[in-house]
């Protein structure tokens, strides 16, 4: 697949409005949903449904009047980029009747690998009842307790980037506050009215009894499946969430316990709050698990005040450690399913993958590394059960366009070219960095962090042009990463010398 990507910044003033005026003033194109598939990466897709004979070239964009930013979303221009430069190429799916994307976690028949996981997003029936109508194939129920939960206001935080949308997200939300009853009651109703999507369950129990007899409840209303929740990082007192997960033979035991209890297949949802995740999920393996979940949220502190001392989010003078969770935390949790998926121990176990998936190529990486089906919290509350569309939309034409017959073919192929040491680089040629001379605009910031970060390998000339030298560059590609203009790319290898 070629990428033909247009930059996102070219949106950065759309807000990705509910029920978006744009669209209402369009009767032919519904502009907010190409936005928002522009947002996601999934471009192709949007130029691929574009009509025939697009209406932009003569119109006088009652869209952008319409703009809740009036005038500052180039509309438009985007339709007419997406007809131009994408179109070209965005062949229109083949409607073969069978969806590419069907796939199962633990035997459990799914239309599509993307799962609600276990949080806020889940909490309720008419939750996950408008999470399925909208495509989800599945919902991991908040966690279930027997005990009282008295959550705090405001309970989360977050850490922005450079377009104030926050990348990084705290939460110290506890487990569901409904009764087990009340509960029960929602996942009876979900399996009732919605048959052909997977309701698993997320429990949290006190001790040995309540986490077998809970997953044996669990069965008898329905579930597909029980989640066991040993790494909320927000209930670690007096042995329970993460604390569990710390301790191989506490998985072990209280896995052994559910499964004793119910003949539904139970999953280890494990914490990212340790060195290694092979020895809890090894342990969970010994006590009859059918799958993993991982990674659950990395226990964190975020935004001091300078004024108040205190921490976000600040509840009354006081805060607490929590758990951080959205993009920014994609790195650290694909590094976990790496090392499950690679244990081969632990063949035999479904991995279900979460942590920082917004788009369909974020879920695609989890799935290259191994993992057979994902779930989301942060991007849905973010951005709305809606991602669906382009998770979905976006995945199935990269699995069409490599030719494969479904997704289960892309599970794994990654994972031979990853290594837990660097020892295995190839470590004999140097690749230089290319500059784009009509997308540099001579900023300078790749000079500057070479002089200051790097290894002071370039340098401007009299017009403000880059200038390399070949001698002292060290083919690092700080210069790649830190170009705003994106006019930096890898280049010629050369031997050292």
Same mark, same amino acid.
């Given at each position: 697949m070629k990428d033909n990507r247009i930059m996102r910044r070219d949106i950065l003033e759309c807000l990705l409005c509910h029920d978006a005026p744009c669209s209402s003033a369009c009767a032919v194109t519904d502009p907010a949903k190409k936005l928002r598939s522009i947002?996601?990466?999934n471009e192709v897709q949007a130029a691929a449904g574009l009509p025939d004979e697009l209406p932009c070239y003569k119109c006088a964009a009652p869209c952008e009047e319409q703009c809740v930013k009036k005038g500052r979303v180039p509309i438009r221009e985007l339709m007419i980029r997406l007809n131009e430069e994408v179109r070209p190429e965005a062949e229109i799916l083949p409607d073969s009747g069978i969806s590419r994307l069907r796939t199962d976690i633990c035997g459990i028949p799914l239309e599509n690998p993307f799962l609600l996981s276990s949080s806020v997003v889940s909490s309720n029936y008419d939750m996950c009842a408008r999470a399925f109508e909208a495509g989800w194939a599945g919902a991991v129920f908040k966690t279930v307790c027997s005990f009282d939960i008295h959550e705090t206001s405001p309970r989360f935080s977050a850490v922005n980037g450079d377009t104030g949308s926050?990348?990084?997200?705290?939460?110290?939300?506890?487990?569901?506050?409904?009764?087990?009853?009340?509960?029960?009651?929602?996942?009876?109703?979900l399996k009732q009215n919605y048959p052909d999507n997977a309701v698993i369950v997320s429990y949290m129990g006190q001790n040995e009894r309540e986490w077998g007899e809970l997953a044996s409840v669990c069965e008898e209303s329905g579930a597909d499946a029980v989640e066991l929740n040993f790494s909320c990082p927000n209930m670690a007192e007096g042995g329970l969430g993460s604390d569990i997960g710390q301790i191989p033979d506490l998985v072990e035991k209280?896995?052994?316990?559910?499964?004793?209890?119910?003949?539904?297949?139970?999953?280890?949802?494990?914490?990212?709050?340790?060195?290694?995740?092979?020895?809890?999920?090894?342990?969970?393996?010994?006590?009859?698990?059918?799958?993993?979940?991982?990674?659950?949220?990395?226990?964190?502190?975020?935004?001091?005040?300078?004024?108040?001392?205190?921490?976000?989010? %600040?509840?009354?003078?006081?805060?607490? $450690?929590?758990?951080?969770? !959205?993009?920014?935390?994609?790195?650290? *949790? &694909?590094? /976990? +399913?790496?090392?499950?998926?690679?244990? %081969?121990?632990?063949?035999?176990?479904? $991995?279900?993958?979460?942590? !920082?998936?917004?788009?369909?190529?974020? *879920? &695609?990486? /989890? +799935?290259?590394?191994?993992?057979?089906?994902?779930?989301?919290?942060?991007?849905?509350m973010k951005y709305g059960y809606r991602i669906i569309d382009?998770?979905?939309?976006?995945?199935?034409?990269?699995?069409?366009?490599?030719?494969?017959?479904?997704?289960?073919?892309?599970?794994?192929?990654?994972?031979?070219?990853?290594?837990d040491t660097t020892d295995v680089l190839e470590r004999d040629t140097v690749c230089f960095?290319?500059?784009?001379?009509?997308?540099?605009?001579?900023?300078?910031?790749?000079?500057?962090?070479?002089?200051?970060?790097?290894?002071?390998?370039?340098?401007?000339d009299n017009d403000r042009k880059v200038i390399l030298n070949g001698k002292k560059c060290v083919g690092c590609h700080l210069c790649v990463l830190v170009c705003p203009q994106k006019a930096v790319s890898a280049g010629t290898k050369r031997i050292k010398k």
């Open positions: 947002w996601f990466d926050f990348i990084g997200f705290k939460n110290i939300e506890q487990l569901s506050d409904k009764s087990v009853s009340e509960n029960m009651d929602a996942v009876r109703r209280f896995t052994a316990a559910a499964k004793s209890n119910t003949d539904i297949p139970v999953l280890v949802k494990l914490t990212p709050n340790v060195a290694t995740m092979s020895e809890a999920a090894e342990a969970a393996m010994r006590g009859g698990a059918d799958g993993l979940a991982a990674i659950n949220t990395i226990k964190s502190i975020m935004g001091v005040s300078p004024e108040t001392y205190v921490s976000s989010p %600040d509840v009354a003078g006081m805060s607490a $450690v929590g758990g951080y969770s !959205g993009n920014a935390v994609k790195p650290i *949790a &694909l590094r /976990f +399913i790496s090392e499950l998926c690679h244990n %081969d121990k632990l063949n035999d176990l479904h $991995v279900s993958a979460m942590g !920082g998936i917004e788009t369909w190529k974020d *879920a &695609l990486e /989890f +799935i290259l590394l191994g993992a057979g089906s994902v779930q989301v919290t942060t991007a849905v382009d998770l979905k939309t976006g995945l199935e034409r990269y699995i069409t366009d490599k030719g494969f017959a479904n997704v289960n073919e892309a599970r794994g192929l990654a994972l031979k070219y990853v290594s960095p290319m500059f784009d001379r009509q997308k540099c605009v001579g900023c300078g910031r790749c000079v500057i962090s070479c002089l200051d970060g790097g290894h002071q390998a370039l340098e401007f």
